[in-house]
T-cell receptor, first 111, second 110 residues
Framework: EAGVTQSPTHLIKTRGQQVTLRCSPISGHTSVYWYQQALGLGLQFLLWYDEGEERNRGNFPPRFSGRQFPNYSSELNVNALELEDSALYLC??????????FGPGTRLTVL | GENVEQHPSTLSVQEGDSAVIKCTYSDSASNYFPWYKQELGKRPQLIIDIRSNVGEKKDQRIAVTLNKTAKHFSLHITETQPEDSAVYFCAAQLGRESTFGDGTTLTVKP
C-alpha cells in the first residue's frame, strides 16, 4: 500500500510570492491534515479537510488556504509569502480520525 | 479547544537507562492519545497509542500510561538504545482532531 505522498520536496520562493503544495493521502483515507513545522519546533496545526470540506483551521492568517478534491487529495496555498513561512509543511491522512500517517513533507524556504 | 503540554523539552540518557516523557491535556473529552517518533530528517511515525478506556499499554520496550482523572499520560522507554534518539510528540485527540505537544528531543548516549 502506497503511503502519503507530497510534492514538491523542496521549494524556494521570495517574499510576496505565492506557493501551492500538494498531498495525496493513503487510498481510502478521507481526512487530510496540514501542519507547519518550523526548524526545531513542534507541529502547528494548519487545516483539516474531510470529504471535500474544510472542517477546521488553526491559528494562521487567511493567506493560508487550501482545498480537497473529490479523490481526497489536497492542496495548501500560501499567498504573500513572508520570511517566517519558511518551514517544513507536513500533510497527514487518517481514516476515522485515529492514527495519522504523515507524508515526507515539503521544505519551503522563503528568501 | 484542547491544549497539550509536554515535558521535558530535551532529555539525555545513557544507553540502557529508561526515559520518561510526560504530557498533560486540558479537555476531559479527549479520548485518543498517540505518540509519534520523528527521526532527524524523517516524517513523524506512530509508535504507540492508547484510548481513554485503557490505563496502560505496552509494546516491547515502550509503554504508555494514562491517568484520566489527572488528565495526563506518559511514554516510558526502557533499555534505551542509540536508535531511540529522536523527537517524540504526544497528542490528544478530541473528535477527529489531534492537538500535539511541542515535542521532546531524546538523546541516548552510547
Amino acid at each position: 500500500e502506497a503511503g502519503v505522498t507530497q510534492s514538491p520536496t523542496h521549494l524556494i520562493k521570495t517574499r510576496g510570492q505565492q506557493v501551492t503544495l500538494r498531498c495525496s493521502p493513503i487510498s481510502g483515507h478521507t481526512s487530510v491534515y496540514w501542519y507547519q513545522q518550523a526548524l526545531g519546533l513542534g507541529l502547528q496545526f494548519l487545516l483539516w479537510y474531510d470529504e471535500g470540506e474544510e472542517r477546521n483551521r488553526g491559528n494562521f492568517p487567511p493567506r493560508f488556504s487550501g482545498r480537497q478534491f473529490p479523490n481526497y487529495s489536497s492542496e495548501l496555498n500560501v499567498n504573500a509569502l513572508e520570511l517566517e513561512d519558511s518551514a517544513l509543511y507536513l500533510c497527514a491522512s487518517s481514516l476515522l480520525g485515529y492514527e495519522q500517517f504523515f507524508g515526507p513533507g515539503t521544505r519551503l524556504t522563503v528568501l | 479547544g484542547e491544549n497539550v503540554e509536554q515535558h521535558p523539552s530535551t532529555l539525555s540518557v545513557q544507553e540502557g537507562d529508561s526515559a520518561v516523557i510526560k504530557c498533560t491535556y486540558s479537555d476531559s473529552a479527549s479520548n485518543y492519545f498517540p505518540w509519534y517518533k520523528q527521526e532527524l530528517g524523517k516524517r513523524p511515525q506512530l509508535i504507540i497509542d492508547i484510548r481513554s478506556n485503557v490505563g496502560e499499554k505496552k509494546d516491547q520496550r515502550i509503554a504508555v500510561t494514562l491517568n484520566k482523572t489527572a488528565k495526563h499520560f506518559s511514554l516510558h522507554i526502557t533499555e534505551t538504545q542509540p536508535e531511540d534518539s529522536a523527537v517524540y510528540f504526544c497528542a490528544a485527540q478530541l473528535g477527529r482532531e489531534s492537538t500535539f505537544g511541542d515535542g521532546t528531543t531524546l538523546t541516548v548516549k552510547p
